[in-house]
């Protein structure tokens, strides 16, 4: 990947393809493959997250100054996220389709704003604040999701 945007974009595409893996296997009743799926996805979505909260996060706002701006919102969804996700995991537990169904929903909404604002926005901020280091922060942002998306 040449840049910020270009990795976090593809690495959001791969949590994509999980959640729709998760949701046809739910939606099939195939419970226990819908379990050990949404383990994937909750852990290639956490790795994304600590990626961004952990060293990309950091970097723009020392970079910028901007600590209450676009950062702060999207640790803000992240916490929705986490709680979206933790809902279809208990409606997996209790094998409800429909309650999974529903929270699929309302998380896979969220997730597409949610990724709009970064891939658009700022993404894009951090390719332009960040240039000297995009080299090196694509590698650390890559370790830190290396071997959940690969």
């Known amino acids: 990947m040449t840049n910020i945007t270009d990795l976090m974009t593809h690495d959001h595409r791969e949590c994509d393809e999980l959640f729709a893996r998760v949701e046809g296997l739910a939606g099939k009743k195939k419970w226990d493959e819908a379990r050990t799926t949404m383990r ?29 701006g676009p950062t702060q919102v999207m640790r803000g969804e992240h916490v929705e996220m986490r709680n979206g996700l ?8 209790d094998e409800d389709r429909d309650e999974f169904a ?20 700022l993404y894009p901020m951090c390719d ?9 922060l ?6 830190r999701i290396k071997g959940v998306t690969a």
């Open 40 to 68: 994937a996805l909750r852990a290639a979505i956490e790795a994304h997250f600590d990626a961004e909260e952990q060293t990309l996060f950091p970097r723009f706002e020392a970079a910028t100054g901007m600590t209450g």
């Open 86 to 93: 933790a809902a279809m995991e208990q409606a997996l537990a």
């Open 102 to 121: 529903g929270e699929a929903e309302t998380l896979l909404i969220l997730m597409q704003q949610h990724n709009m604002k970064e891939e658009n926005i």
């Open 128 to 136: 332009s604040h960040l240039a000297g280091e995009v080299g090196t």
């Open 138 to 143: 694509t590698t650390a942002l890559a370790e």
